[in-house]
């Protein structure tokens, strides 16, 4: 009942076994700090600013507010279980094509969020994307290309 | 400095015993609020006690007389798309809806939302609006609130040490009800500057009950029976729903914030107030 100090989870489609070396930390900061998996960024560590999401079970959520020993059982996903510099996701690729990449900072919460929206929704209105990525924050503020690279990631995965 | 313990007990008795035993331990319900305030280092609890694993918390039941019981450990996402908040109850899978964003909405429970109280936030009008009943346990067993009575101030209930919120019980509304949950915020996601939640009950095409709280305009959600009584027994004209407004706006007390002052929020109160019921009624009976 008490710390389970090891907890197991299924990441980026690998099962894990992580040990625990704080009872406290935070999904991003196992991910980050233990594991290397930096794609995930920390920004705001309030939940705000979209920049940590990452899929548990599916679903997006944000790494920096949730505990990592709540987790055991869970499969997450995190931008590179999207693809590779090798071999982008199609949505990666959309990305890459559609220009919206700038400082990048954003890019893998937003790409994260995209793939989720268009696993439930695969043609999007404008309105719809708009909608989902609203909670992730680009602070430069280039928000016109991003929702043109998820119309063309979608254009692409359900023509 | 010491780690912070970590419980997850499968039981609800065993997590109101740790919380019990230790006042500086806190339950952690889905952490949008808590793991921020963490990482925010403006807590640093000795214990938390994880509610993640106990069965006791989870799930949406139809009970005998209409009631609806919904886990404290149902999240925000669940509540807004849950096809058995019918009628009068849509209420409260529409300010579900509002709460943050997705991302935000997945993990956020029902029971965190409300035993944190921000009078900024989505639930607590509705469930005022709703005369929803809000069931507590704790180390001398089990009671229950209305939620007009659960609500005490600024991020204050009446919540007694060692004591959890286990559920929000929604009692049989009207038979026919139209619903609106009006928000106003700065941007998508955001707390509320204000918010209105509105229960009409039809009959025939006719208000005949109406139920009207508003959220973030004061510490606790702000209710006025003389609003609900104009609302209720008049034909809707402009006029009625501005005095419905007035009357609100004049029961609201308010605070200069981040998200607006206290002037600015008394000054849109009826115009959102008005907005809100003409939704409802043009969205008709669910």
Not at chain 1, 101 to 117: R, V
Not at chain 2, 10 to 25: K, S, V
């Amino acid at each position: 009942m008490v710390t389970t100090p090891t907890i197991s989870i299924t990441l980026n489609g690998t099962r894990r076994s992580i040990a625990m070396s704080a009872t406290t930390r935070t999904l991003m900061t196992v991910l980050r700090d233990d594991l290397g998996l930096t794609g995930t960024k920390d920004a705001c560590s309030q939940g705000v600013c979209g920049s940590c999401t990452v899929l548990i079970d599916g679903a997006p959520a944000r790494a920096c507010l949730i505990l990592t020993a709540t987790l055991d059982g869970a499969s997450v996903t995190t931008i590179e279980g999207l693809g590779s510099t090798e071999a982008p996701g199609p949505v990666q690729q959309a990305f890459i094509d559609a220009g919206a990449i700038q400082c990048g900072f954003c890019m893998p919460g937003m790409i994260i969020q995209a793939t989720s929206l268009l696993r439930t929704k695969p043609r999007p209105s404008r309105d719809e994307i708009r909608h989902a990525i609203s909670g992730n924050l680009c602070r430069c503020s280039g928000y016109a290309k991003v929702i043109e690279a998820v119309e063309l990631a979608a254009s692409r995965i359900a023509p | 400095m010491t780690d912070t313990r970590f419980h997850a007990p499968e039981r609800l008795d065993e997590a109101i015993g740790l919380l019990t035993a230790d006042d500086e331990a806190r339950p952690l319900a889905g952490g949008q609020t808590l793991v921020a305030m963490l990482n925010a280092e403006l807590l640093r609890p000795r214990a938390i006690v994880s509610l993640h694993r106990i069965a006791a918390l989870k799930g949406v039941e139809r009970r005998a007389g209409g009631s609806l019981w919904i886990g404290a450990m149902t999240t925000h996402s669940a509540l807004a798309a849950s096809a058995e908040l019918r009628g009068a109850h849509r209420l409260l899978a529409e300010a579900a809806a509002r709460i943050g964003h997705e991302a935000i909405r997945n993990r956020g429970t029902i029971g965190g939302a409300v035993a944190h109280a921000d009078p900024s936030a989505d639930y607590p009008a509705a469930l005022v609006a709703l005369d929803a009943e809000i069931e507590i346990e704790g180390p001398r067993g089990k009671r229950s609130l209305p939620a007009h009575q659960f609500f005490r101030g600024f991020l204050t209930t009446a919540l007694e040490p060692g004591e959890l919120v286990t559920g929000v019980v929604l009692l049989p509304g009207p038979a026919k009800a139209a619903t609106r949950f009006e928000k106003l915020a700065r941007v998508e996601g955001d707390f509320a500057t204000a918010s209105v939640a509105v229960v009409l009950g039809l009959d025939a095409g006719r208000v005949t009950s109406a139920r009207l709280t508003l959220g973030g305009c004061g510490s606790v959600p702000i209710q006025s029976i003389e609003a609900e009584q104009i609302i209720a027994g008049h034909t809707l004209s402009d006029a009625v729903l501005k005095k419905a407004g007035e009357l609100l706006a004049a029961a609201a007390d308010p605070i200069d914030d981040v998200r607006g002052t206290a002037a600015y929020r008394r000054a849109i109160i009826p115009g959102l107030v008005a907005r809100a019921v003409r939704s409802a009624l043009a969205k008709g009976a669910a």
